[in-house]
């Protein structure tokens, strides 16, 4: 199926016009960051308790929230249900400095009495610190082993150049995703890191698939020049790029609009990594690739 036939436009003349938007957000998370001393991490990374309340009927998850916030820090409480049709609470909370969690449970018990005195506590669990910052570093370790193996692996299928500029288009998409959820005064959850690695493929893939085309129209036409190759092959690969891409995008919003709080962070970071992963393979990416050649060649186009 394809969208677009014989189109032919000028994506590289054009490529001002997203890089510098780009810049700007890059500029503005990078500003909120330093501003707030860093991401937001949610309770998986800094530790915490987390209760799960088992409610009567619907739970007033707002009422309940401001009720547990006048006597704690950081806290978080989302509404879920199980399978039985039951209606749950989870509260989470900072642990406090003293470490008394018998008096951080009762704390919370005291808050929720004030709604109703029926509710039942199913579990009371502790993240500690140490294993926040394990979790912290693992995120880590597994974002920079993702990032090596596919700079591998396309420097080994196409040309070095390629990996680097896939990996420069990934790196730019994945800061831009951390530093509008700073902005935006968002929680850094295990679900985040989950989307970001799930944004980190799908761009790599996006930017493959304009690449290979690419080296393809190379072959067939050596001594046409690279920038016309570039956007003879992004307009070629145009219709693949805008249906893959904006059904992705659809699916990403219902699960923004209404999957509740549980999803929230985790839609909200594929749906802008999708938006912004799939302007970086054409305004990122390809240009990275024509200034590299340009560069080997001495200037000549």
């Known amino acids: 199926m394809e969208l677009f036939k014989d189109t032919r436009f000028d994506f590289l003349g054009r490529k001002w016009w997203f890089i510098l938007p780009s810049f700007f957000l890059i ?21 915490g308790a ?7 009927g619907a739970p007033p998850v707002a009422n309940i929230r401001d009720a547990v916030s006048t006597r704690l820090k950081g806290v978080s409480v989302v509404a879920a249900h199980d399978l039985t049709g039951s209606s749950e609470v989870l509260v989470s909370t900072q642990l406090p400095a ?13 808050a929720l009495s004030t709604f109703h005195a029926n509710y039942a506590i199913r579990s009371f669990e502790v993240i500690g610190p140490q294993i926040g910052a394990d979790l912290r570093r693992q995120a880590l370790m597994a974002t920079a082993g993702a990032s090596a193996g596919m700079l591998l692996y396309l420097g080994w299928r196409f040309r ?17 995703t951390i ?9 850094i959850s295990l679900t985040v890191v989950a989307a970001l690695l799930t944004l980190i493929g799908y761009s790599m893939n996006d930017t493959i698939v304009v690449f290979d085309r690419i080296r393809e129209n190379r072959r067939r036409g050596a001594r046409e020049p690279l920038a016309e190759t570039i956007n003879r092959s992004i307009n070629q690969t145009l219709s693949r ?24 962070g985790f839609s909200l970071a594929l749906v802008i990594g999708i938006v ?9 990416a390809s240009p990275i690739l024509l200034a590299w050649e340009r560069v080997r060649a001495g200037g000549v186009r």
């Open 241 to 264: 790029t805008v249906l893959t891409s904006g059904l992705t995008l659809l699916t990403a919003l219902s699960l923004l609009l209404f999957g509740g709080p549980v999803l929230r």
């Open 160 to 176: 070095l150049v390629y990996g680097v500029a896939a990996v420069v288009a990934m790196a730019h998409d994945a800061f831009i």
């Open 50 to 56: 987390v209760m799960e309340v088992r409610w009567p």
């Open 276 to 284: 912004v992963g799939t302007f970086s393979s054409v305004f990122i």
């Open 27 to 47: 500029l503005a998370g990078l500003a909120s960051l330093v501003a707030k001393g860093g991401p937001r991490y949610s309770m998986d990374f800094l530790g």
């Open 98 to 110: 003293t470490r008394d969690l018998t008096g951080l449970r009762q704390t919370i018990a005291q």
């Open 179 to 187: 530093g509008l959820f700073s902005v935006l005064n968002q929680e």
